[in-house]
């Protein structure tokens, strides 16, 4: 059965696209009836303008540096295709199309808050668009943040006028011949209609979306493979009981996973298990509160100029800039670096016998030196927490000026977000590879497994094999692991054990 999602412009939750991230593009866009008056009044007010050719910005002037040019009313549609035409001048591997769809489902509910001037003829264009899946390719370098995602957006509007190429049936075909398969007329836009489809965040947004999803999974694993790692290692946290028990969730799957009372046979207690409540809980937090700035951010006007119904004019301002954004995107990039950095801190713990006093056998292996068990593994950690070190820096305090100096500071804010996405792809092979070191270690645990964490040690033994007395082919079953962690299996296994 197909989802059907209903816009309305203020309501559109992140939990409504968890689904199309999650690659499912099932989905049919309906569009609240209550909205229409307004985009009808906002649609007049730009043809009143253009009647009285008053001279406002993108709608009878040229852009950025042509500000100051006015265009005769004879030229003003052409203004708009040639705007969308020279401005997608993206480059690079093109944005996985539940990306593009998620941005074009973003840019329609902007749309239909009333502030953008466009005809309600445009709207149901874009609306029949996404029903169909006609979905642009979208190159996915060359956007600075500042008018939004000006050229990515353009290249989502130029297909939709026939020209680039669409996704279709799993690969991509010439927009045209996308168009007329599915009995799509091309768009033509009318005064402000081009700009209002590429002035906004969408893209960055799209990509926010995605990556925090994805983190909330990456989480929770964490937190798990946190569990079972201490629970391996025979580390103790009884300093830490007093904490309030709503005060921090991390804390509360560990314990439930464990059990409270363990607080016996101390051996080690290294800081990358014994302060990782306070650290996964700062994430835990950031993820949550950033999912509430990007769902507001989802329900706002992202578009310049805006239009002004009550005063029958047009204001330009900052509505369009991808601060928000990409500022998000860094602290997300940040937070998921510190949670990587504590699992590979730990996964050293588990394969190397000669820090602590745990009792594990060197590299996880009974046979070490004609097996090597978890040696490489921990090397691949290590070089993602490498690489991650790289994309946790911040992209948005930088700033290339743009646009003969019109566009003097500008956000940066993509790049943010596209590293986010490369940075939580890394953390879902690095929280694997603990999760399977741990399962390993907990094989040679000397005392009785609590039954969760024989419910845990289970789910792993049937994806991953025992490596006592034999060498696996690690690649495969990181992958594996990863993948079951991207799908949400650990999540659901999670669920079902009552740890969530």
């Not at 502030?115 to 668009?129: H, N």
């Not at 990039?333 to 990587?340: F, H, N, V």
Request: charged share 20%.
């Amino acid at each position: 059965m197909k989802k059907v999602l209903v816009l309305d412009g203020v309501n559109l939750s992140i939990n409504d696209l968890k689904d199309i991230l999650s690659g499912n593009l099932d989905v049919v866009v309906e569009i609240q009836d209550h909205v229409k008056n307004h985009i009808l009044q906002s649609r007049n007010t730009v043809d009143l303008i253009v009647q009285k050719k008053i001279p406002i910005y993108g709608i009878s002037t040229g852009f950025g540096k042509f500000k100051e040019i006015y265009i005769p009313h004879q030229e003003m549609v052409d203004l708009q295709k040639n705007l969308i035409i020279s401005h997608a001048s993206c480059v690079g591997e093109p944005l996985q199309p539940n990306i593009v769809l998620v941005m074009m489902i973003l840019r329609l509910n902007c749309l239909i808050r009333g502030f953008s001037g466009v005809r309600m003829s445009l709207i149901e264009s874009l609306q029949q668009a996404i029903n169909k899946k006609l979905i642009p390719k979208v190159p996915c370098q060359g956007s600075v943040g500042a008018s939004g995602d000006l050229a990515p957006l353009s290249h989502l509007a130029l297909g939709l006028m026939g020209i680039g190429e669409i996704w279709n049936d799993r690969q991509y075909i010439p927009a045209e011949q996308a168009l007329k398969l599915h009995n799509f007329e091309p768009l033509e836009f009318m005064e402000k209609e081009g700009l209002a489809m590429n002035n906004g965040t969408q893209m960055m947004a799209a990509i926010n979306l995605e990556t925090l999803m994805r983190s909330q999974q990456v989480m929770n694993a964490a937190d798990l493979a946190l569990g079972l790692t201490s629970y391996a290692l025979q580390t103790n946290y009884h300093f830490l009981k007093n904490y309030s028990k709503s005060d921090n969730k991390s804390r509360n799957i560990v314990f439930s996973l464990i059990g409270e009372e363990w607080a016996d046979q101390i051996k080690t207690n290294p800081k990358s298990i014994s302060t990782a409540f306070t650290t996964h809980q700062i994430i835990r937090q950031s993820i949550e509160e950033n999912l509430k700035v990007l769902e507001r951010e989802i329900n706002s006007t992202s578009d310049n100029p805006i239009i002004d119904n009550e005063r029958q004019s047009a204001r330009s301002g900052g509505n369009f800039h991808g601060e928000y954004m990409g500022m998000l995107a860094d602290n997300m990039c940040i937070a998921l670096q510190r949670l990587c950095i504590f699992s590979e801190r730990r996964q050293e713990r588990l394969v190397n016998s000669e820090i602590g006093d745990c009792g594990l056998p060197m590299f996880l292996t009974s046979k070490g030196g004609l097996l090597n068990g978890y040696m490489i593994p921990q090397y691949t950690s290590a070089a993602l927490v490498s690489e991650n070190k790289v994309l946790s820096h911040p992209s948005c305090i930088d700033t290339v000026p743009t646009s003969a100096n019109i566009e003097d500071h500008v956000s940066m804010g993509a790049y943010s977000a596209r590293k986010g996405l490369q940075i939580v792809q890394n953390a879902e092979y690095i929280i694997a590879i603990e999760l399977m070191c741990a399962a390993q270690g907990l094989e040679y645990a000397k005392i009785q497994l609590p039954p969760k964490i024989q419910s845990c040690l289970k789910f792993i033994r049937n994806l991953i094999p025992d490596v006592k007395t034999q060498d696996i082919f690690m690649n495969q079953y990181i992958e594996i692991m990863a993948k079951n962690l991207r799908d949400g299996h650990i999540n659901q296994l999670m669920q079902e054990l009552q740890l969530l």
